[in-house]
C-alpha cells in the first residue's frame, strides 16, 4: 500500500514542519518551556531542571526522497546544507519495532543544524531523515508517521550527567507526570538519549502554546550511561496508572478494589515458575505453558489474561509472551524481584487483612496476627528469614548511584591508608558488595544479625570482596567505631522516634570526628504528590511499627543527637541518600582531597 498524497505536497508539508521547529528553538529557553511541558511544576524541582538541563533542540523525523531533498527542505528554512550525519540507532530501532521491520532496512540519519536562540544560545534542530523514493514500500510507515508524529520531542542536554544527577532528574520528571518512553545509547556519537512522554494534561491545553503539539520529551546526556538508561527501561508502565479523572467514580472505586487480587495473581506468577518457562521474543500457547508449571490450561488462561492487562505478558496471535516487566518475576535473573512478590503476598498480605486494628490502635497489625514482631517471628524460621533477606535485595536498584556518592568516591580516594566503608544491619551484603566491588581500595565491616551474618560472607566472598570485608554478629549497641563512611539503609523507619535517636547515638559514638554518616530512605513529599514512601509508610505502621518521614523530620533527628543533615540526593525507586556529618565538622572531601589522613 502507498500514500495517496502526491510526492511533492508531502515534501511540502516536511518543510512546513521544519520550519516550524526552527520557529519554536529560536523563540524558547529552557525556564519558561519546562513548566509549559509539565503542568504544576515550580520550586525546587523546577529550579533543579532549568539548572541542571539546556534546552538543546527541537527533533522531528523527515522523509526525504533522496539526499538532494533533504539538502532542498534544509536550505528552505535557512539551515546550513552541508553538516555532518550519523546513524541514528534509537530512531532506526523504535521505527522496526513499531512496524515490525528489519532495522537493516531502515537507513535513518541524524544531523543537527544550528539554530540560535534568541538569547544568543547555541542550539539546534535535530532531523532524523529515512529517505523514502516515490513508490517505495517505505511510503506506508512514512504517512503513519507524519500523522502520529512518534519522533517529534523537544530536548534537554544535562549538562553534568554524573549518575546520580541523572537518577535525579528522572525522578522528578516522573513526579511531575513525565512517562518513560524508552531510550538508548548511540556508539556513533557517545551519546545516551531517555525519551519521556509527557503528562495528558498537557493535551487540554494545546491551544494555549506551541509547545503542546510536542508530546515527548528528551534528556540527553553525553558519555555512556547504560545503568541509568537500564532502570529509565525497567521503569513500570506509567499507562497502567488508573486514569481517575477519566472513570465515574463507582469504575473507579471499583478497580481500587480489586488491588489485593493484583498481588495474588503476580505471586501465583511467579510462585509458578511460569515467568522461567516463558520467554520476552516468543510466544507459547497455554497448553504448552501448563505441562511444565503443573496447571490447569483452561484456568492458566484466565490467570495469564489478567497478567496481560498489568503489562506482565503480552498476548498475540501464537500464545502469551513474556514482557520486561514480567521477567523481574524470574527466580534468576539479575535483579529479580520475585522475594518481594512471595513476601508481599505472603506474610505481609496476611497482616493488612488487619490493617485495622493498626489504624485504630497505632500497633503493628503483624505483631497482634503473629504474636510477635516480624523480625522475631522470621528469625524463628530460617525459609522466611532467608526469602526476608532476599526481599530486601530485590530493591538493589535503589542502590546503583550509591558507589557514585561524593562521600563514598572522597573515601575511595584518600590516601595513604584505605579508608572503611561500615554498614549497619547491612542485610546480605547487597549494598556493601557494591560499594566495595566499584572502589577497590575500600575496606568493608558489615553489621548484622547473627542468623544474616552467614548469607552476607557468602554474597561478599561470591563478589570477591570477602578478603576486604569482615562480617559481624551484632546488634545496634555494636557499631564498630573508627570507620569513615557509616551506611544506614532503610533501618530508621523501622522504628519511632526514640529507638531512631538510640539507634543514631550508636552511631555518634563510632563515628570519629572526620566520618560521613549516609542514610538510604524514602522520603515523604512535602506537596503530597503521589509517592511510593506514602505507601511505605502505611506498609510500616501494618507491619513494622515504623514510619516513613520527610526530609525535615530526619534532619530534626539527627540534629537532636548532634548531627548535622548536609544534604541529600535522590535515588532510584522513589528513595534518597541523606548525608549527615557530626555537627561543626569540616568537610572530608576537602580535607582528603588535600591528601589528610583520618
Given at each position: 500500500m502507498t500514500t495517496t498524497l502526491p510526492d511533492e505536497t508531502l515534501l511540502r508539508d516536511d518543510t512546513v514542519c521544519l520550519r516550524e521547529a526552527v520557529r519554536f528553538v529560536r523563540e524558547h529557553d529552557s525556564a519558561a518551556l519546562l513548566p509549559l511541558l509539565l503542568p504544576g511544576l515550580a520550586g525546587p524541582d523546577l529550579r533543579a531542571l532549568a539548572e541542571h538541563c539546556r534546552f538543546a533542540h527541537a527533533g522531528l523525523l523527515l522523509f526525504p526522497p533522496d539526499a538532494d531533498g533533504l539538502r532542498a527542505q534544509l536550505a528552505d528554512c535557512g539551515l546550513a546544507v552541508d553538516i555532518p550525519s550519523h546513524p541514528s540507532v534509537v530512531v532506526r530501532e523504535r521505527l522496526a519495532r513499531?512496524?515490525?521491520?528489519?532495522?537493516?532496512?531502515?537507513?535513518?540519519?541524524?544531523?543537527?543544524?544550528?539554530?540560535?536562540?534568541?538569547?544568543?544560545?547555541?542550539?539546534?534542530?535535530?532531523?532524523?531523515?529515512?529517505t523514502v523514493p516515490p513508490h517505495s514500500d517505505l511510503e506506508p510507515i512514512a504517512a503513519y508517521e507524519r500523522i502520529r508524529r512518534h519522533e517529534a520531542h523537544l530536548a534537554f542536554e544535562v549538562e553534568h550527567p554524573e549518575p546520580l544527577a541523572?537518577?535525579?532528574?528522572?525522578?522528578?520528571?516522573?513526579?511531575?507526570?513525565?512517562?518513560?518512553?524508552?531510550?538508548?545509547?548511540?556508539?556513533?556519537?557517545?551519546?545516551?538519549?531517555?525519551?519521556?512522554?509527557l503528562p495528558a494534561e498537557v493535551e487540554a491545553e494545546a491551544d494555549t502554546d506551541a509547545a503542546c503539539d510536542y508530546r515527548r520529551l528528551e534528556l540527553y546526556a553525553r558519555g555512556d550511561h547504560r545503568d541509568t538508561l537500564a532502570a529509565h527501561l525497567d521503569h513500570p508502565?506509567?499507562?497502567?496508572?488508573?486514569?481517575?479523572?477519566?472513570?465515574?467514580?463507582?469504575?473507579?472505586?471499583?478497580?481500587?478494589?480489586?488491588?489485593a487480587w493484583t498481588t495474588q495473581a503476580l505471586a501465583t506468577f511467579a510462585r509458578l515458575g511460569l515467568p522461567d518457562v516463558m520467554d520476552t521474543r516468543t510466544a507459547h500457547r497455554t497448553e504448552d505453558l501448563a505441562r511444565p508449571t503443573g496447571t490447569h490450561p483452561r484456568s492458566l488462561a484466565t490467570l495469564l489474561r489478567y497478567l496481560a492487562m498489568l503489562g506482565a505478558v503480552v498476548e498475540e496471535q501464537e500464545g502469551f509472551r513474556l514482557t520486561e516487566l514480567g521477567a523481574l518475576l524470574r527466580a534468576d535473573t539479575p535483579g529479580s524481584m520475585r522475594p518481594l512478590a512471595l513476601m508481599y503476598a505472603g506474610p505481609f498480605y496476611r497482616s493488612f487483612g488487619a490493617l485495622d486494628h493498626s489504624v485504630r490502635t497505632g500497633q503493628p497489625a503483624f505483631d497482634h496476627l503473629f504474636g510477635?514482631?516480624?523480625?522475631?517471628?522470621?528469625?524463628?524460621?530460617?525459609?522466611?528469614?532467608?526469602?526476608?533477606?532476599?526481599?530486601?535485595?530485590?530493591?538493589?536498584?535503589?542502590?546503583?548511584?550509591?558507589?557514585?556518592?561524593p562521600v563514598i568516591t572522597a573515601a575511595a580516594a584518600r590516601v595513604p591508608e584505605p579508608?572503611?566503608?561500615?554498614?549497619?544491619?547491612?542485610?546480605?551484603?547487597?549494598?556493601?558488595?557494591?560499594?566495595?566491588?566499584?572502589?577497590?581500595?575500600?575496606?568493608?565491616?558489615?553489621?548484622?544479625?547473627?542468623?544474616?551474618v552467614q548469607a552476607a560472607r557468602r554474597l561478599l566472598d561470591a563478589t570477591g570482596c570477602g578478603p576486604r570485608c569482615d562480617c559481624r554478629a551484632g546488634d545496634f549497641a555494636d557499631v564498630p567505631s573508627g570507620g569513615d563512611v557509616y551506611l544506614l539503609s532503610r533501618v530508621l523507619h523501622d522504628w519511632d522516634d526514640d529507638r531512631c535517636r538510640e539507634i543514631l547515638r550508636h552511631c555518634v559514638r563510632a563515628m570519629p570526628?572526620?566520618?560521613?554518616?549516609?542514610?538510604?530512605?524514602?522520603?515523604?513529599?512535602?506537596?503530597?504528590?503521589p509517592s511510593l514512601a506514602t505507601a511505605w509508610d502505611l506498609h510500616m505502621l501494618c507491619n513494622v511499627?515504623?514510619?516513613?518521614?520527610?526530609?525535615?523530620?530526619?534532619?530534626?533527628?539527627?540534629?537532636?543527637?548532634?548531627?548535622?543533615?548536609?544534604?541529600?540526593?535522590?535515588?532510584?525507586?522513589?528513595?534518597?541518600?541523606?548525608?549527615?556529618?557530626?555537627?561543626?565538622?569540616?568537610?572530608?572531601?576537602?580535607?582528603?582531597?588535600?591528601?589528610g589522613g583520618a
Amino acid at each position: 500500500m502507498t500514500t495517496t498524497l502526491p510526492d511533492e505536497t508531502l515534501l511540502r508539508d516536511d518543510t512546513v514542519c521544519l520550519r516550524e521547529a526552527v520557529r519554536f528553538v529560536r523563540e524558547h529557553d529552557s525556564a519558561a518551556l519546562l513548566p509549559l511541558l509539565l503542568p504544576g511544576l515550580a520550586g525546587p524541582d523546577l529550579r533543579a531542571l532549568a539548572e541542571h538541563c539546556r534546552f538543546a533542540h527541537a527533533g522531528l523525523l523527515l522523509f526525504p526522497p533522496d539526499a538532494d531533498g533533504l539538502r532542498a527542505q534544509l536550505a528552505d528554512c535557512g539551515l546550513a546544507v552541508d553538516i555532518p550525519s550519523h546513524p541514528s540507532v534509537v530512531v532506526r530501532e523504535r521505527l522496526a519495532r513499531r512496524h515490525r521491520r528489519d532495522p537493516a532496512e531502515l537507513d535513518v540519519r541524524i544531523l543537527r543544524p544550528r539554530v540560535d536562540g534568541r538569547d544568543g544560545e547555541r542550539r539546534a534542530v535535530e532531523v532524523f531523515a529515512l529517505t523514502v523514493p516515490p513508490h517505495s514500500d517505505l511510503e506506508p510507515i512514512a504517512a503513519y508517521e507524519r500523522i502520529r508524529r512518534h519522533e517529534a520531542h523537544l530536548a534537554f542536554e544535562v549538562e553534568h550527567p554524573e549518575p546520580l544527577a541523572l537518577r535525579g532528574l528522572c525522578a522528578i520528571l516522573d513526579r511531575h507526570g513525565a512517562r518513560p518512553d524508552g531510550g538508548g545509547y548511540n556508539p556513533h556519537e557517545d551519546g545516551t538519549v531517555l525519551y519521556f512522554t509527557l503528562p495528558a494534561e498537557v493535551e487540554a491545553e494545546a491551544d494555549t502554546d506551541a509547545a503542546c503539539d510536542y508530546r515527548r520529551l528528551e534528556l540527553y546526556a553525553r558519555g555512556d550511561h547504560r545503568d541509568t538508561l537500564a532502570a529509565h527501561l525497567d521503569h513500570p508502565d506509567r499507562d497502567h496508572r488508573p486514569r481517575h479523572d477519566a472513570r465515574q467514580p463507582a469504575e473507579t472505586l471499583l478497580h481500587l478494589f480489586t488491588g489485593a487480587w493484583t498481588t495474588q495473581a503476580l505471586a501465583t506468577f511467579a510462585r509458578l515458575g511460569l515467568p522461567d518457562v516463558m520467554d520476552t521474543r516468543t510466544a507459547h500457547r497455554t497448553e504448552d505453558l501448563a505441562r511444565p508449571t503443573g496447571t490447569h490450561p483452561r484456568s492458566l488462561a484466565t490467570l495469564l489474561r489478567y497478567l496481560a492487562m498489568l503489562g506482565a505478558v503480552v498476548e498475540e496471535q501464537e500464545g502469551f509472551r513474556l514482557t520486561e516487566l514480567g521477567a523481574l518475576l524470574r527466580a534468576d535473573t539479575p535483579g529479580s524481584m520475585r522475594p518481594l512478590a512471595l513476601m508481599y503476598a505472603g506474610p505481609f498480605y496476611r497482616s493488612f487483612g488487619a490493617l485495622d486494628h493498626s489504624v485504630r490502635t497505632g500497633q503493628p497489625a503483624f505483631d497482634h496476627l503473629f504474636g510477635e514482631n516480624h523480625f522475631d517471628h522470621f528469625v524463628r524460621d530460617p525459609e522466611l528469614a532467608a526469602l526476608f533477606d532476599r526481599s530486601m535485595a530485590a530493591s538493589s536498584r535503589m542502590f546503583q548511584p550509591l558507589p557514585a556518592h561524593p562521600v563514598i568516591t572522597a573515601a575511595a580516594a584518600r590516601v595513604p591508608e584505605p579508608a572503611t566503608v561500615v554498614d549497619i544491619a547491612g542485610g546480605n551484603g547487597e549494598l556493601l558488595g557494591r560499594i566495595l566491588t566499584a572502589h577497590p581500595r575500600l575496606r568493608g565491616i558489615l553489621l548484622e544479625r547473627p542468623h544474616a551474618v552467614q548469607a552476607a560472607r557468602r554474597l561478599l566472598d561470591a563478589t570477591g570482596c570477602g578478603p576486604r570485608c569482615d562480617c559481624r554478629a551484632g546488634d545496634f549497641a555494636d557499631v564498630p567505631s573508627g570507620g569513615d563512611v557509616y551506611l544506614l539503609s532503610r533501618v530508621l523507619h523501622d522504628w519511632d522516634d526514640d529507638r531512631c535517636r538510640e539507634i543514631l547515638r550508636h552511631c555518634v559514638r563510632a563515628m570519629p570526628a572526620h566520618a560521613d554518616l549516609l542514610v538510604v530512605e524514602r522520603l515523604l513529599p512535602g506537596d503530597g504528590s503521589p509517592s511510593l514512601a506514602t505507601a511505605w509508610d502505611l506498609h510500616m505502621l501494618c507491619n513494622v511499627g515504623g514510619r516513613e518521614r520527610r526530609a525535615d523530620h530526619y534532619a530534626r533527628l539527627l540534629a537532636d543527637v548532634g548531627l548535622q543533615l548536609v544534604g541529600r540526593r535522590p535515588l532510584p525507586l522513589d528513595a534518597h541518600v541523606l548525608h549527615a556529618r557530626k555537627a561543626g565538622a569540616p568537610d572530608p572531601a576537602d580535607r582528603w582531597s588535600r591528601g589528610g589522613g583520618a
